[in-house]
């Protein structure tokens, strides 16, 4: 599945480059608005694939991703990761009640 995904998004974002590199300003409103629409639908999709690395524990591809759309900052690996790989809370340690926002 997210073998799957993953491909999915990476023909999303060749589909915006290429629709970056043919961007021509001197055509159609029209034609402007259907370059634009892929042009953000790659950035989207370059951002999805880099949550997907996260994920999957692959921080090295998801910072290339997320620098690449001029990005600096990202949440940690590790908040992605499983509940049962987690480090445990200091509250669930020693049996408090654990409290969330």
């Known amino acids: 599945m997210a073998e799957a995904e993953e491909a ?3 023909r ?3 589909a915006g480059a290429r629709a970056a590199a043919r961007l021509d300003t001197s055509s159609t409103s029209a034609k402007l608005k259907q370059a634009a ?3 953000a639908a790659g950035a989207t999709a370059q951002h999805d694939l880099a949550l997907l690395c996260s ?3 692959r921080g090295s591809e998801a910072d290339r991703l997320l620098r690449a759309l001029g990005m600096r900052h990202r949440l940690s690996v ?3 990761a499983p509940p049962s790989t ?3 809370s200091p509250a669930g340690l020693c049996g408090a009640p654990i409290v969330l926002d």
Do not use: E, K, M
Request: aromatic share 6%.
């Open 8 to 10: 999915r998004l990476r």
């Open 55 to 57: 994920r999957q524990g």
């Open 37 to 39: 629409g892929r042009v």
């Open 86 to 88: 987690a480090t445990p």
């Open 78 to 80: 590790s908040i992605f």
């Open 12 to 14: 999303v974002i060749a």
